[in-house]
């Protein structure tokens, strides 16, 4: 039977709701991806952050410990629109693994810009795995989260 780990970043909490409503649903373990470096608290200095980080391509640290990605076959990324893609630290989160023969799930919050350019971008780092089309978090129920899992 195929394991799924919901691996989620969320700034100000949406995509962490919408990344426990899927774990629960489908009875996933979670993972968080924290930064070494946390966001600064004021909303405007973070857009700042983002927008430098995008700009340099950066692949920010994750603190604490590693997740065990090898013991599952599908990783569902959680995470908020950040600039119009996934903020950068889904990207060191993808490329810090082998994630080769994985499939891989991306759900969005968003302000309104949906899942932006996810999906590609995280498809450009994820050497060998499979990433399903990018599904946006706004909104999210159990039902649509079972529809997205095939339950
Ligand atoms: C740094 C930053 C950049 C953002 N850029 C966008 C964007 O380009 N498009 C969009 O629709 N929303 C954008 N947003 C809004 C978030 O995607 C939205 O509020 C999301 O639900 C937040 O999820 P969270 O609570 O898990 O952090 C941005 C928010 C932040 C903090």
């Known amino acids: 039977m195929s394991k799924t780990?919901?691996?989620?970043?969320?700034y100000s909490g949406n995509a962490?709701?919408?990344?426990?409503?899927?774990?629960?649903?489908?009875?996933?373990?979670?993972?968080?991806i924290?930064?070494?470096v946390p966001y600064d608290a004021d909303y405007q200095k973070c857009v700042d952050e983002a927008r430098k980080e995008k700009a340099d391509n950066a692949r920010p640290a994750i603190a604490?410990?590693?997740a065990e990605v090898s013991a599952y076959d599908r990783i569902a990324l959680v995470f908020p629109n950040w600039c119009s893609t996934c903020p950068m630290i889904i990207l060191s989160f993808v490329e810090k693994y082998d994630l080769s023969g994985k499939t891989i799930d991306v759900i969005v919050t968003n302000g309104g810009g949906g899942v932006g350019n996810s999906q590609a971008d995280i498809a450009a780092s994820a050497k060998g795995a499979t990433v399903n089309t990018a599904v946006n978090?706004?909104?999210?129920?159990?039902?649509?989260?079972?529809?997205?899992?095939?339950?």
């Open 5 to 10: 780990l919901v691996a989620y970043f969320s």
């Open 16 to 32: 962490k709701k919408a990344a426990a409503l899927v774990a629960d649903t489908i009875g996933a373990d979670t993972y968080e």
């Open 34 to 36: 924290v930064p070494a």
């Open 64 to 66: 604490g410990a590693d």
């Open 137 to 151: 978090g706004n909104d999210l129920t159990a039902d649509k989260v079972k529809e997205i899992f095939g339950l």
